[in-house]
């Protein structure tokens, strides 16, 4: 059983197109997470989310957007992509707020 | 603010020869957790260790030991003996209440071993 499942674990697209990508966790963890990594593996925090309180990292555009229909999901939905969008994305989730963040496989993004 | 730093950006070792990767931090808060996590060539991001700041006892588990210490804001990763298999990227990463328990990561420590 996966515990943290991403799809798609590839996505290539055109500019200027909307995609999602879906994140679900069957740990039962209360907080989840978007990483994005870039080409030269920099991995950086973009949004943090429960069922109370969504933190977004100030250099996130707002072209981004985390949805969650449920404590189970977080969904990450990009608007009007750009090339500088590619990167891998990762989502992850933990029981509460500092505690172990496992992560998902990965999903990369090429924006064409 | 917070920030780590992973000054080995690449590590060249041969098979069964010992290894360490360095991790530097800083932080304000009193309060703050580091980690390891291991990212092989297929991708995916593997938890190796959480430790909490008021705990500084080394952990050894199997090859993999790591050497916490506050006092130059440093959490260690030693491999012994490494194998083939260790070759991946590494990550230090930290978290405290300033950065609401979102992970600060550091650029990551490739290492390579070569049979």
């Known amino acids: 059983d996966t515990a943290v499942s991403q799809t798609p674990k590839y996505l290539v697209t055109q500019m200027g197109n909307d995609k999602s990508i879906k994140c679900e966790q069957n740990?039962?963890?209360?907080?989840m997470y978007w990483y994005k990594q870039d080409s030269k593996k920099f991995l950086k925090i973009m949004f943090s989310y429960n069922n109370k309180e969504l933190i977004i990292n100030e250099t996130v555009p707002n072209r981004f957007s985390p949805k969650s229909p449920d404590k189970a999901h977080l969904n990450l939905h990009i608007n009007s992509l750009e090339l500088g969008d590619s990167a891998v994305y990762f989502c992850a989730s933990s029981q509460g707020n500092a505690d172990t963040q496992y992560f998902g496989p990965g999903t990369r993004l090429t924006v064409l | 603010a917070q920030k780590v730093t992973q000054a080995q950006t690449e590590i060249s070792v041969v098979e069964k020869e010992d290894v360490t990767l360095d991790c530097v931090y800083e932080?304000?808060?009193?309060?703050?957790?580091l980690f390891w996590y291991k990212q092989p060539p297929s991708g995916e991001l593997v938890f190796l260790i959480r430790r909490n700041s008021f705990d500084e006892q080394n952990e050894i588990s199997g090859r993999y030991s790591w050497n916490f210490q506050k006092s130059t804001s440093s959490f260690n990763f030693t491999i012994t003996a490494s194998q083939v298999v260790d070759s991946a990227v590494y990550f230090c990463a930290l978290s405290d209440n300033n950065a609401g328990n979102m992970l600060t990561f550091g650029g990551g420590t490739r290492l390579m071993v070569k049979p």
């Open positions: 932080t304000r808060d009193t309060t703050y957790y």
């Open positions: 740990l039962g963890h209360d907080t």
